[in-house]
């Protein structure tokens, strides 16, 4: 089994208000990402966990915050959201320089 | 895109026809992936190319690998409909588990 599932498939945030978005992979992989894509744009990485160490982008460091409680969960929550944040966020997973193993994406749309 | 020069391109082509992408990056890496991306879904690996191997055949797929340029290229034989998608190179920067991708390509194949 490949699957990397996400939920929410869509989310609709009010400005300023929290979104949390979930991750899991049942492939017992050591590295678990979030990228941000926006349409005609390249995925953007946020961050990556590779095993219970978080890594941030210096761009993205106080916008976004994670958790992985265990190997196979990852979650990725922005405290407050704002117009900018509309996005298709896509959590991957893989062993270490490996291929990413990509979910279908969370749509939030920040109104 | 985070790291690369990848022209971002859209190409339209008629079934049938051959059609080659390209991808250049700046920092050090040892593999190449090829990943496409159909409309509201996450991306999926086509193909990787490390760097002992100059050039890479997966059915209708060919990948090469200048590392002394760092540019690899994604050539397509015979596009079919099915073949539209965006097309994203990607690599781990400095070996690590940071992967960013390029601009990517919209390629469109008509009947």
């Known amino acids: 089994d490949t699957t990397v599932k996400q939920n929410p498939r869509y989310k609709l945030a009010r400005v300023g208000k929290p979104v949390n978005l979930i991750c899991s992979q049942t492939m017992n992989h050591d590295t678990m990402y979030w990228y941000q894509k926006k349409p005609n744009q390249a995925p953007k990485l946020l961050l990556f966990y590779y095993d219970k160490i978080l890594n941030r982008e210096a761009d993205t460091f106080e916008k976004f915050q994670s958790s992985r409680p265990n190997n196979s969960f990852c979650s990725l929550y922005i405290g407050s959201a704002g117009l900018e944040y509309s996005a298709m966020y896509l959590c991957?997973?893989?062993?270490?320089?490996?291929?990413?193993?990509f979910g279908e994406g969370s749509k939030l749309t920040v109104l | 895109s985070q790291w690369g020069e990848e022209n971002l391109q859209a190409l339209s082509i008629q079934e049938g026809e051959d059609v080659t992408m390209n991808c250049s990056y700046k920092?050090?890496?040892?593999?190449v992936h090829w990943y496409r991306q159909d409309s509201g879904r996450g991306p999926a690996l086509i193909i990787l190319?490390?760097?002992?191997?100059r050039e890479k055949r997966s059915g209708r797929l060919r990948a090469t690998l200048d590392t002394s340029s760092q540019s690899s290229s994604l050539s397509i034989t015979a596009a079919q409909c099915e073949d539209t998608a965006v097309y994203f190179c990607?690599?781990?920067?400095?070996?690590?588990?940071?992967?960013?991708f390029g601009d990517g390509t919209q390629l469109v194949v008509k009947p």
């Open positions: 920092t050090y890496t040892t593999v």
């Open positions: 991957a997973s893989s062993r270490v320089t490996g291929q990413l193993y």
């Open positions: 990607a690599t781990h920067r400095n070996n690590n588990n940071r992967i960013f």
């Open positions: 190319i490390r760097s002992n191997e």
